[in-house]
């Protein structure tokens, strides 16, 4: 089969290294537990992928390097 391109390949075919650094190897799972603060932002940690778990009294998300930034700078070193 060809893509639009005219190459041929299916559609699962595994994607090519492009010479960069894989991107998922920097995501990381961040567990925060639930604070006065991250109450405060929790609009801002849903805009991030976080998800609530009410048994637990945590936020879970992943995040790569630069939400993990965001989150520092918008939570305070306190909730790491």
């Known amino acids: 089969m060809k893509d ?3 190459r041929c390949g299916s559609a699962m ?4 290294a ?8 920097a ?3 961040v ?3 639930g604070s006065p603060a991250t ?3 929790r609009a801002f940690l849903n805009g991030l992928g976080f998800r609530w ?3 637990g009294r945590r936020w879970h998300g992943t995040v790569n390097a630069e939400n993990a930034r965001s ?10």
């Open 18 to 25: 492009s010479g960069t650094p894989s991107t998922a190897a």
């Open 71 to 80: 989150l520092r700078e918008q939570l305070g070193p306190e909730v790491w």
């Open 13 to 16: 075919s595994a994607p090519r």
């Open 39 to 41: 109450y405060a932002n």
């Open 31 to 33: 567990l925060l537990p």
């Open 4 to 6: 639009a391109r005219g």
């Open 27 to 29: 995501d990381r799972t």
């Open 53 to 55: 778990d009410p048994e």
